[in-house]
């Protein structure tokens, strides 16, 4: 059990408490019972002392022989354990009940009477019955608490875990909840009060943000849908208007470059339906994807985007690498890496795509002659918005196409890196579960 | 070739009908489904362009319908949602292909005239012959209760084939039912992929093949 554990801070506060309650019971009996002990005691020994006084003044009237009468008086009317003696007006030692052991050592409780003929009657007695009575009531006692201690110990620990189960099944929900990816009522019917107020606040609080997430993600699958239209009729108009022979060649190549942007929003907007949706409806849309093929596409696509770098590019591709997907999706993220590349590098420095199956992981390398990442960039350049000392002084963009990359590879169930590439720039590697048979049925 | 486009969206519909007639098709347009419907029943079209969401109904009612009467026109469904389930639930409702928004509209125009082409000839929606099983409608191929992954232009092919098995089906039609995001594939292309569907459709004796007529296209043959 972890020191910090509330059960166990709990079944300690229990088990000092009985340890304390049973300290003062037993302190308070043993004071009292020796308390009373030591006045009966004294009390006895008043009384005797007096009586004694009593008879040997009375013996006194008739013989005026304080010793005589004391001898024969003490050696009568002495109780027993008690020892008697008579002194004196002088404080000599007139007789005894304990002749021969005047001088005792052990501790005595002491009671005298002056006598009115003169002299003094000593009545003590030794307190070792006391104190044996005390010791037996002291061991009777600690008979009793050390199995009283115990019993506490191991049913204190059984209470407050008992207690506080109620918190440890509202954890184990939570942790549920979280691993299902739903936020369901915590709680219990039978929870006490306290747990239950907190169950009920925490409830208000999933429900809030259950209905935020719900909100946002119907706003961007609406909002997604909403943009499909528009942009079916913006790229489809520049498509028409592009190829249209009649007009001039510079005018035609605005055209083009124009419907690439759209269709590089399109891509955007099928990446936040992908990363908004909920898991299920995203992975059902996938199908085989061959990520060789798209990056032949691609290949083809930057050759007569960019014809005088054409030459640069050099693909080394399996001739099937295939993975579960959304094609269109998959396709943007290779664009993205090879934009990227082309974007970094100079006319004249080389790119490379490699796509190849290993280790079950479908691999894509995009690697570069440019100036490659800084080191210290390199943990930073997937997050949103961040943008390079290199990129923000050279380049247009928003910092965005990485780390849309990303999600979209791990929505895929891979993910994206970066590091240092032997061509002297950087290398991104994109790895994704290779394609194996599964469900379906649908 | 006439043309029948229902779409509610009037910049949509304007763009769809301006591309299918620059491509020499005659297009009458319709903004409901049900005066889809009625145009669709009255006149005989060679294919049909039809968006799912309409403001008066669900755009399958009318693929419904049509089958019902027994109105083989093809359809061509336009969506702006794009799951597998939607391109199941289309294909169910009697709906001959599908399209997802945004479209590009070379691919728009040859979809159609492969449409038109194999009027009728739709792909059989299960195909079994041998150890080889074919599901065109979950698009799924299992050879030997084996899952064998299909890519979509690969699919594509298949389909072009499978739906005139037997027929000798041109290089330049196949060549048109495949695109690349867009662009129209690339002949050497089709060959990696026409070699690719071969491999795994494995030998004419395990079930189907993909035979070469010389000089003039490919043939889908199948066992029994």
Redesign the interface.
Known sequence: MKPHSLVFRLALLQQVLAAVLIAVFAGSAVWLSARTLERQELRFLSATARKMADNLDRDLEKHDDLKRVALETVGEDAPVGVRVDVLDEQGRLVATTAPGRSARREETWTRRAHLSHGGWVVVSTSTRPRRNAISALILALLLTAAPLLIAVAAISRALARRALRPLSRMAVQAEQATLQGDLRALGHPSDPVEVATLSTAFNRLLARVDKMLNTEREFTQDAA?EL??????????L??ASSDANLPESRREGLVRAWDQ??GI?GLVEALLLLRGSDA?AT??F????LT?LL??LG??LGERLPDRAHDLEIVAA??V?VWGQ??LL?SALRNLLSNAFKFSAAGQAVRATSMVENGEAVVVVDDEGPGIAPADLDRIFDPFFRSAEARANHEGFGLGLPILRRVARAHGGDVTVSKSDLGGARFELRLPV?S?RR??? | MRVLVVEDSGPTRELIVAALEEAGMTVTMAARLSTGIKQATAAGFDAIVLDLMLPDGDGLDLCRQLRAEGNTTPILCLTARGDVSERVRGLDAGADDYLRKPFAIAELRARIRALARRRGQAPPTLLAAGSVRIDFAARRLDRGGQEIPLTAREWSVLEALAARAGQVVSRTELLESIWHDSTPASSDSFDVILSRLRRKLGSREEGCAIRTVRGEGFVFESRA
Do not use: K, M, Q
């Open positions: 849908h499909r239209t528009p942009l079916t009729v913006l790229s489809g108009e498509e028409r759209a269709r399109s409806s059902e849309a199908v085989p994807v061959n093929d032949r596409d083809h696509e001739d099937e295939l094609a269109p396709s394609w048979s379906h049925g649908s």
